[in-house]
């Protein structure tokens, strides 16, 4: 049987992928003060590469905040499950952060951590149709484009 190119570059990917996916759900970066738990990484579900815009109360864009995080998933859930919805989580993520702006108030450089989380909670719980599916956000890194003119 002869492998064509085009299955031998989707097997270095996929390989690549699962090389490196356990390496990317082990943030937060050093110096950022917090502790990870392994079993806590494992119940988990992690969000890289999320781009919140920051906009004023007339809803013109002010910046883009770019958040990677980790949602817990609650006890007695199989994150497997949740893991597969992925891409419909981050979909409703990125809906609730252009319904709402995540901003601290009166800053729109900072990402106000307890709003955020709460309305993509919500969103992510929505997104999977059940109730404490997932139970906490944790932001993992956090920054901003400085301020869109």
Known sequence: MAISRRSLFALFIATAVIAVAPARANPPAEGEGAKVDDQEVARSLTLDGLVFPVFNEKGALKNYLFVSARMLVGPGKDPWKYREKGH???????????????????????????????????????????????VSMTFTQIASQGGVH
């Open 88 to 134: 419909f989580i981050r979909d409703a993520l990125i809906r609730a952060s252009h319904r709402t702006s995540f901003n601290l108030k009166g800053d729109v450089n900072k990402l106000d951590e307890k709003l955020a989380a709460a309305e993509c909670l919500k969103a992510a719980n929505d997104a999977v149709g059940e109730k404490d599916a997932l």
